[in-house]
């Protein structure tokens, strides 16, 4: 492939990157990467539209005054993903205030932003927020029309699936069966004459496939330990009184609630709870649950002398228990990604090890020798593997 055919490829791939990563985190609820802004709150720094680079939460490191975060709004716009500037820190977590704003959002009736709401903080480079301008109004026009296309397709054919998440993987899936039908044409000429050329072999890399498995595998191992997980929120309120309620708590004292993890999974995974904000205790922090079982541990929450509503923290990470407890005790003293890395590590190292090891690193080598046309995939394969 020339220099100017690899960049060519090489910018359109980043533009699909880039264009992917917006639409996926607008359906996932979370920055992928990047994110943008839809209104002009934080005008003049983001206009309507204008795009930024989402630092994840927890690799953004210590939060403080003068940060644009994105955060998990209760209030704004009926709730909702948010991004404002953190203008001041308070006892219970950060004040926040669109640019554009002449108020702070806690005046305005949005709580205190805990660090648990906060789910990414734009980059900044000498105190300036990194700004792409309108990469936002590509990607919702982009998400339009995507919306657009799908609803024609529930209607037309009278399939509700095509709809959301769901349907966007069909459509991919289908695009993508239309570019290989479109490649396959335009490059029929060339398969003809190279199979002219017995010189040469038609095939795949076996490494290809081994590093294409790896990733299905990963993925899948990532969503089983990263869905389950994430913040689970107590709303307490700081009473004069005792209740039965076990979230309504007399000021000044605690209640314990017993904290339940489920494992769905044939997997056994260990979990990590953890506090995540003032007034809340877990003990014990780590559990190992068995396939198919649950586990349970102890939060006890604690009612601030002063009356009123409070809302209080937990965060749970889980990880597949293929590495030993102390090693990923180790890791997760690090970082809570530490262990998921390793983890994906294993997984995909071990799958093309093994793979390797016993297909010999060889190409799924076909020689084109009576036919002009080129074995189906599954054909080759089933070569590779009974040969």
């Known amino acids: 492939m020339s220099l100017k055919r690899t960049l060519s490829v090489a ?46 939460a927890q690799l953004a490191g210590g939060i403080g005054p003068g940060d644009v975060v994105t955060f998990e709004a209760q209030e704004i716009q009926g709730g909702g993903l948010t991004t404002h500037r953190v203008v001041e820190e308070a006892e219970r977590g950060y004040i926040t205030r669109g640019d554009n704003n002449p108020f702070t959002d806690q005046d305005g009736g949005e709580p205190v932003v805990q660090d648990a709401d906060v789910v990414a903080k ?96 990963m993925a899948t191992a990532t969503a089983a330990m990263v869905l389950p997980a994430g913040t689970q929120e107590y709303g307490v309120v700081s009473a004069e009184f005792e209740s039965e309620n076990p979230t309504v708590i007399e000021r000044g004292t605690s209640q314990e609630i017993e904290y339940v993890v489920p494992n769905a999974g044939l997997v056994p995974v260990y979990a990590y709870v953890t506090p995540a904000s003032p007034g809340v205790d877990v003990e014990p922090e780590r559990l190992s649950v068995a396939s198919r079982g ?51 590590g294993l997984l995909g190292g071990g799958v093309v090890g093994v793979g390797l090891l016993l297909l010999r690193g060889e190409p799924a080598r076909i020689r084109s020798r009576d036919s002009r046309e080129r074995p189906p995939l599954y054909k080759r394969l089933l070569r590779e593997l009974y040969r």
Do not use: C, K
């Open 11 to 56: 910018l359109q791939a980043a533009a699909v990157l880039v264009v992917v990563s917006l639409v996926v985190g607008q359906l996932l609820g979370q920055p992928v990467l990047l994110s943008y802004v839809e209104t002009g709150s934080m005008q003049p720094t983001l206009a309507p539209g204008d795009g930024f680079v989402a630092i994840p």
């Open 294 to 344: 649950e586990a349970s541990t102890t939060v006890t929450l604690s009612a601030p002398d002063e009356t009123g509503y409070y809302r209080l923290f937990v965060v749970e990470h889980r990880y597949l228990a293929v590495l030993p407890p102390g090693i990923v005790d180790e890791l997760y003293g690090v970082h809570p990604w530490a262990p998921l890395v390793a983890i994906n």
């Open 122 to 217: 734009a980059l900044q480079i000498g105190g300036s927020v990194v700004v792409i301008p309108h990469l936002g109004t590509v990607a919702m026009g982009f998400q339009s029309a995507l919306q657009s296309v799908q609803t024609w397709l529930a209607v037309t054919f009278g399939v509700r699936s095509f709809q959301g998440t769901q349907g966007l993987a069909y459509i991919i899936f289908g695009l993508s069966l239309v570019a290989y039908a479109v490649d396959w044409y335009l490059n029929a000429g060339s398969r003809d004459r190279d199979s002219r050329d017995r010189s040469r072999d038609d095939g795949t890399s076996v490494l290809a496939i081994l590093g294409a498995l790896a990733l299905v595998l």
